[in-house]
């Protein structure tokens, strides 16, 4: 395991991305907001997916320069066609453009269509709680991996959920970022990189039993997934409910695909046509003083935490702490990369025609 600090990561992404042809401007907005997840313990969606980017360049599936466009620009909602680029520039404008509504309307909404993976959701909700905001963010995904409660085969993806709120009285913003599956892809690629065995309940064999090796289940075509909880005993369906929701809101509002398959034929495509979903709440139109809805806020905090714990060396914490706690040790010690991972940058590097700076 090797140890960076973000800015040497940053710097990493970005010569990538401009031997791809983006802007400084982009590339920066672009490294920022993926080495922000690496920095938070979201290993699985920082610079980790740099080289499944690349592959998919190469391929011919991302426009990675392509320049976002506002195709509806309304008072409280936007729409915007991300013309097959990467997912984070246009996710930023949308939930930028959502909080710039809501400080007018109360409530403001973005919407993106013909985008790829966006990186971490939680980054874009934490935008509108920096903004004095409640965020939420949301979005469809480039593959069929999760297997609905009771079925056979995989239907839908990951479909990430990311809400965030002030903290109140200038403290931490609660931030919940959750896959609405038991565990992320990228963790399925985390534990292959490190050679590590997949705990059961995250990988099912296409018997439908559990499959606990980790390069078997990433390289699975279709990839086996289970829903958040498991399976029914375990809540599996509350799981699969949340995930529908998200691609009802991502996909199906913007008439984007599920899962990379077009709903109309059951088949893929050249792109993966994902689409997202953005939503800013200005809490001042809705109390009567700032100071009340901080009041509130922090009595909730301090109501949750104050919980006796089970384990007294483990205190009881709110969404966004644990990562916060990441975030803060990460900047004094580095991001760890893991030997395969730092193999995987080489070579994606070497494919785009940029600077290798990592180190040998």
Known sequence: MRIYPAETLRRQIEAVLAAWGLAAERGNLISGLMVEADLRGIDSHGIGMLPHYETRRQNGMIFPAAEPVVETDSPAFCVIDAGHSLGHA?????????????????????????????????????????AGMIGMSMTGTSQRSIVPTFAMEPMYSTNPIAFAVPGPNGQHPIVLDMATSTVAVGKLDIARRTGKPLPEGWALTPEGQPETDAQTAFDARPRRMTPLG???????????????????????????????????????????????????????????????????????????????????????????????????????????????????????????????????
């Open 230 to 360: 498991g399976d029914r005993e375990r809540g599996s369906h509350k799981g699969y409910g949340l995930a529908v929701m998200v691609d009802i809101l991502s996909s199906v509002l913007t008439g984007s695909w599920f899962g990379a398959h077009d709903l109309k034929t059951g088949k893929t495509g050249k792109h993966h046509m994902i689409g997202s979903f953005f939503l800013a709440l200005d809490p001042d139109m809705f109390r009567d003083s700032r100071e009340d809805f901080d009041a509130d806020m922090a009595a909730l905090v301090d109501f949750l935490k104050s919980t006796p714990p089970l384990d007294p060396d483990q205190p009881v914490m709110v969404a966004g702490e644990p990562e916060r706690i990441a975030k803060a040790e990460r900047e004094k010690t580095g991001i760890p990369v893991s030997d395969k991972l730092f193999e995987e940058l080489r070579s994606a590097a070497e494919s785009s025609g940029a600077a290798f700076l990592l180190g040998n």
């Open 90 to 130: 246009p996710g930023a404008l949308a939930m930028g453009m959502a909080i710039e509504k809501a400080r007018v309307m109360g409530v403001g909404m973005g919407l993106v269509k013909r985008s790829n993976h966006y990186g971490a959701a939680g980054v874009y909700a934490t935008m509108a709680a920096d």
